[in-house]
């Protein structure tokens, strides 16, 4: 029976992820942080070495069941679906994607599934504006780009919610104080949802 959390952040950039991941972090006890990003090879090749790394992180998950330790993870393979599904990768990563999840929700951990949302979609152009912030070409994000992913994201995670129940699926709206925001997310740290 499961005596340790699992749980994913996922949402598009600047719906917040950084700073509710490193909340939970930081105030569930034995819990560690794991970021992802994913890989930026976009072809085929590309799609290879994700499955490897994704089929990889299943065995490690399975692995620490049971250790009394909580995992949380900002962003894991749902983020690959959401950017294939956008056409950001020359692949389809369904196949692979529908195998991982299925692995995923047999996992004997407590599983959370949230999604950073944000209501007013407008924000994400303040929250993307970088003056005064060193950045590359290649890591500039539009605000339209993180609606798009965005409105998958809240999709991905109804589709999840139907099909496996056992997977607790939280869209946390996180354009609010962020004191109302941790009550949300204290909910899932106190086992309250």
């Known amino acids: 029976m499961a005596n340790s959390k699992l749980i994913v952040v996922e949402g598009a950039q600047g719906a917040g992820k950084t700073t509710v991941t490193d909340y939970i972090r930081n105030t569930m006890n034995y819990t560690n942080l794991y970021r992802l990003c994913g890989t930026s090879d976009p072809s085929e090749a590309g799609k290879k070495k994700t499955t490897i790394m994704y089929r990889d992180l299943m065995d490690y998950l399975s692995k620490l069941e049971n250790c009394s330790i909580n995992l949380l993870f900002d962003r894991t393979f749902?983020?690959?679906?959401?950017?294939?599904?956008?056409g950001y990768k020359e692949y389809s990563f369904s196949d692979v994607y529908d195998e991982l999840l299925e692995k995923f929700s047999k996992?004997?951990?407590k599983i959370y599934y949230?999604?950073?949302y944000l209501e007013?979609?407008?924000?994400?152009?303040?929250?993307?504006d970088r003056k005064g912030k060193v950045e590359l070409d290649y890591l500039k994000f539009k605000s339209e780009n993180s609606i798009k992913?965005?409105?998958?994201?809240?999709?991905?995670?109804?589709?999840i919610k139907k099909k496996y129940p056992q997977i607790h699926c939280i869209n946390i709206e996180n354009n609010r104080d962020f004191e109302e925001v941790k009550e949300d997310i204290n909910k899932i740290i106190n086992d309250k949802v």
Request: a negative charge; proline letters at 0%; hydrophobic letters at 30%.
């Open 78 to 86: 749902f983020t690959e679906e959401n950017y294939c599904r956008l």
């Open 107 to 109: 996992l004997d951990f």
């Open 114 to 116: 949230v999604t950073l």
């Open 120 to 128: 007013d979609e407008s924000e994400f152009e303040k929250r993307l």
């Open 149 to 159: 992913q965005q409105r998958e994201y809240l999709k991905m995670a109804e589709e």
